[in-house]
C-alpha cells in the first residue's frame, strides 16, 4: 500500500493527513523490482504457483519461471491486461499448451521469450502468435 501525506490548512491550523492508496501488493511466488525510470520487473518461481497472478500497475516486464503453468487457456493471460506489459519470458514451466487467443489482449506486448518449454509444441506457439 502507498502512503501519500497531505497537508490541510484550515483556520490558520496545519494539520497532516494520511492518506493510503491501495495498490497491488506482489505475488508471494514473485518478486517484484520497481525502480523509476529503470527496472519494472515480476519474476515469479515456484511449482506452487499453476497460474499468472495479478502485479502492481508499475511492472511492465513479467520472467515466469520454473512455475506449474501447464495449460494457459483463452484468458490465461487476464491478470496482465491490467498493466503495461512489454516483456514476458516463459521458461521451464511446464507449458503443454496454450490457446490460440491468449496473446490478442496484451496490446503493449513487443517482446515475447518463450525457452525451455519442452512439454510445448512448436505449431501450439505458431498458431497462438501469428
Known amino acids: 500500500m502507498r502512503t501519500y501525506i497531505i497537508f490541510v490548512m484550515t483556520f490558520g491550523f496545519l494539520y497532516m493527513i494520511k492518506s493510503h492508496v491501495a495498490q497491488k501488493e506482489c505475488h508471494k511466488h514473485c518478486k517484484c523490482t520497481i525502480v523509476p525510470s529503470k527496472k519494472r520487473q515480476a519474476i515469479c518461481t515456484g511449482r506452487d504457483l499453476h497460474y499468472i497472478p495479478q502485479f502492481p500497475d508499475a511492472i511492465t516486464s513479467v520472467i515466469m519461471s520454473g512455475t506449474n503453468l501447464t495449460h494457459i487457456g483463452e484468458n490465461g493471460f487476464q491478470n496482465l491486461t ?4 512489454k516483456d514476458l519470458k516463459l521458461h521451464s514451466n511446464l507449458i503443454s499448451f496454450i490457446h490460440e487467443y491468449a ?20 505449431n501450439v506457439i505458431k498458431v497462438s502468435v501469428g
Not at 491490467?82 to 506489459?85: A, D, S
Request: proline share 0%.
Open 82 to 85: 491490467g498493466i503495461r506489459l
Open 103 to 122: 496473446f490478442v489482449n496484451l496490446k503493449y506486448l513487443a517482446s515475447l521469450r518463450i525457452v525451455q518449454e519442452t512439454h510445448l509444441e512448436v
